[in-house]
T-cell receptor, first 111, second 111 residues
Framework: QKEVEQNSGPLSVPEGAIASLNCTYSDRGSQSFFWYRQYSGKSPELIMFIYSNGDKEDGRFTAQLNKASQYVSLLIRDSQPSDSATYLCAVRGTSYGKLTFGQGTILTVHP | DTGVSQDPRHKITKRGQNVTFRCDPISEHNRLYWYRQTLGQGPEFLTYFQNEAQLEKSRLLSDRFSAERPKGSFSTLEIQRTEQGDSAMYLC?????????FGPGTRLTVL
């Protein structure tokens, strides 16, 4: 079993729709959870992070965490073609240590 | 631009040669991380420094790989006797608090 699992997609949504990206993790000791966006040929860019169960909103993005189910998700509202990218879920066990990434989900937003 | 910088951006080498990459973190960031990413996969952790101390090294990292951060500022990653399987994007990230911020990466091709 992989430590962090994501559906590789591709996930295709129409412009203006809500894109829902999911991630599960195996280590119950994980403390913080991150979402990165990676455009083709570029490096990962931090979108947001979450520590506590529940929702955290930042603009069009909402991260959701359920530690009991070991599940993290990212919702993108009003999806735009510029949101088309690979979305990486990452998990961290200790406060400042390494990130363990999933393989990423490819999102395509079509006009 | 005060982001993470990496040099070189691209490196082509022949199998068996040694290569060295450099990473300059965001100036006030005391933590520095090296990751490796291959096509279709998320970044994979290699090693991590807090100031000049190397605090963690991946068990997957062979003894051909060595990293330094001598003055707690820039870091170098050296790969000795390169193999074709070392071909990848080598990413550096730096952090002060929660988030890790990635540089543009060095793409290594081993022929």
């Amino acid at each position: 079993q992989k430590e962090v699992e994501q559906n590789s997609g591709p996930l295709s949504v129409p412009e203006g729709a809500i894109a829902s990206l999911n991630c599960t993790y195996s280590d119950r000791g994980s403390q913080s959870f991150f979402w990165y966006r990676q455009y083709s040929g570029k490096s990962p860019e931090l979108i947001m992070f979450i520590y506590s169960n529940g929702d955290k909103e930042d603009g069009r993005f909402t991260a959701q965490l359920n530690k009991a189910s070991q599940y993290v998700s990212l919702l993108i509202r009003d999806s735009q073609p510029s949101d088309s990218a690979t979305y990486l879920c990452a998990v961290r066990g200790t406060s400042y240590g390494k990130l363990t990434f999933g393989q990423g989900t490819i999102l395509t937003v079509h006009p | 631009d005060t982001g993470v910088s990496q040099d070189p951006r691209h490196k082509i080498t022949k199998r068996g040669q040694n290569v060295t990459f450099r990473c300059d973190p965001i100036s006030e960031h005391n933590r520095l991380y090296w990751y490796r990413q291959t096509l279709g996969q998320g970044p994979e952790f290699l090693t991590y420094f807090q100031n000049e101390a190397q605090l963690e090294k991946s068990r997957l990292l062979s003894d051909r790989f060595s990293a330094e951060r001598p003055k707690g500022s820039f870091s170098t990653l050296e790969i000795q006797r390169t193999e074709q399987g070392d071909s990848a994007m080598y990413l550096c990230a730096s952090s002060l608090e929660v988030g890790q911020f990635f540089g543009p990466g060095t793409r290594l091709t081993v022929l």
